[in-house]
């Protein structure tokens, strides 16, 4: 009896804990909801609504951008209590299938304790096609409906829309003075059987403020109405920034996409307050300022200086990007890419560029350290990437250009081979042939007898002519006998010997 007790006991706790886990689950999932069926070529709105206890708010609306193509909105949302709870999108469907739209990457702080309570999100399907009766459409299963989604009209009350008003013209502006904050906005319809939504009292802050009058066909097609609507700002705070004027926001409100770890403060700057951002680990301060097209960036602000901030979150890992170390980037190229429609910075492999993938280099905002990472676009994936990665990548360049600098080398000695002239070969052997010759002569060339003359300190004794006849007959006998005997012996006649007298 005892053990069925606890049991039951056991059982009825367990099943209250899961009634109260599905209680705050429920309380904490982001609903998206879209049109059932549109036809294909038309715009259509999708919302994702964070439930009422929400604190705090993050997500990324995902969708397939194979089928539809977004028209406006952002897709990574970030908000606070006494935000907008509804975030509206405006899609164009551009291919036939399903669409599915889902908010992801989401994080929800529940107001009350302060917990996160995130628990999901809801999936809506919207099926397109190009033919006029959609299956499971109740609006488009008869042919006979009306498709016009045009307006008859639109204004706002007491202000002047710029360009005038054209049912074909999709987009308008207007300026209204600062301190307004509401504005009046009247449409009316083409056809009575359609319906339009985003009219009547519309709330407006200071800057840009993008407004949607959507009309919905009887058939249900879509066309949206885009009225910008610009509020002027009382005594703006302006600055320059690389040429550029600038206005110092200073409503909080208008501040999206806070860096993780960045906790709000003020700074007084223009003899006023402004909200401002800081991480006193990093000794960084963060300001936003807006530019004359009304978008509002991050900047960081160091004694009244201004950088552009530039912020990669994926979730999983944040990082604030900086100008990378030169010496680690003698075969990487500085490039620019985009990341949630911002012009971001980079580098890109020389030998091998991917324009999906890019090297940075930046603050890790968990660990407060510097590195290089490698940001995958398609993944949405941070990759720690070491200096060691970045040595090697170095070392093969520099020995693919030192293999290319020897073969480029033996290429030039095997053209200038190639074509020496023949004529110069000719010439270059008969020098050395004449050389040669000139070698070869002198070895043949005798050296000429030198005849020294030899006297006697002492006069020799004067001979008669008989002596020296005699003396000239002993002589011709010894070269006689080292003649030939074939050569005659030589006579010496009286007339050979006229100088002597006998």
């Known amino acids: 009896m005892k053990n069925k007790k606890i049991f039951i006991g056991t059982l009825v706790f367990t099943i209250s804990m899961l009634f109260n886990l599905s209680i705050i689950k429920a309380g904490c999932t982001i609903s998206v909801s879209a049109p059932r069926s549109v036809k294909t070529g038309s715009s259509f709105t999708v919302s994702a609504t964070v439930p009422s206890n929400s604190g705090s708010w993050e997500y990324t609306l995902s969708y397939d951008s194979s089928k539809v193509k977004l028209v406006s909105g952002s897709l990574k949302v970030v908000g606070v209590y006494g935000d907008s709870r509804t975030n509206s999108y405006t ?13 992801v990457n989401g994080s929800i702080y529940d107001y009350d304790s302060v917990s996160e ?26 042919n006979n409906k009306s498709n016009d989604n045009t307006l008859k009209s639109l204004s706002i009350d007491s202000y002047e829309l710029s360009p005038k008003f054209d049912k074909n013209t999709t987009e308008y502006n207007v300026e209204v003075p600062s301190g307004v904050e509401k504005i009046s906005i009247d449409a009316e319809k083409n056809d009575t059987k359609a319906k339009v939504t985003g009219i009547g009292d519309i709330n407006v802050k200071e800057g840009l403020n993008k407004i949607e009058v959507m009309v919905t066909a009887e058939n249900g097609d879509t066309k949206t109405y885009i009225i910008n609507v610009t509020v002027e700002e009382k005594d703006p705070i302006i600055v320059k920034v690389g040429g550029k004027n600038y206005i110092v926001v200073r409503k909080d409100t208008d501040i999206k ?43 960081i602000y160091d004694k009244g200086t201004y950088k552009e901030l530039y912020y990669v979150s994926n979730g999983i890992t944040s990082i604030i990007l900086l100008d990378a170390p030169n010496e680690f980037l003698y075969v ?7 990341y949630n429609d911002v012009n971001y910075f980079g580098y890109n492999y020389l030998p091998y560029q991917n324009n999906n993938q890019y090297l940075v280099y930046g603050i890790n905002l968990d660990t407060n350290e510097k590195g290089f990472y490698i940001y995958d676009k398609v993944t949405d994936g941070l990759i720690r990437y070491g200096k060691k990665d970045l040595v090697k990548d170095n070392g ?33 052997l008969k020098k050395k042939i004449d050389k040669l010759n000139d070698e070869y002569e002198d070895e043949e060339e005798e050296e000429e007898p030198v005849i020294t003359k030899i006297e006697d300190e002492k006069p020799l004794p004067k001979k008669n002519r008989k002596a020296k006849r005699q003396e000239l007959i002993d002589a011709k006998k010894v070269l006689d006998k080292g003649k030939p005997k074939s050569v005659r012996r030589v006579s010496l006649e009286p007339d050979e010997m006229d100088d002597y007298d006998f």
């Open 91 to 103: 899609f164009k469907s551009i291919s036939e299938g399903s669409a599915s739209f889902k908010a």
């Open 117 to 142: 309570c995130y628990s999901g999100s809801t999936t809506a399907t919207t099926n397109m096609s190009s033919s006029s009766n959609l299956e499971g459409a109740v609006a488009n299963v008869d």
């Open 257 to 299: 996409e806070i860096p993780v770890n960045f906790k709000k403060s003020v700074l007084k700057l223009g003899g006023e307050e402004i909200p401002s951002y800081e991480n006193k680990k990093l000794g960084m301060t963060l300001v936003a300022l807006k530019d004359e097209d009304d978008n509002v960036r991050l900047f």
């Open 332 to 338: 990487y190229k500085k490039v620019n890419f985009k």
């Open 396 to 428: 093969l360049v520099l020995l693919i250009l030192l293999l290319g600098l020897i073969i480029f080398v033996w290429f030039i000695k095997l053209l200038k081979k190639l074509f020496t002239s023949k004529e110069k070969k000719i010439e270059k």
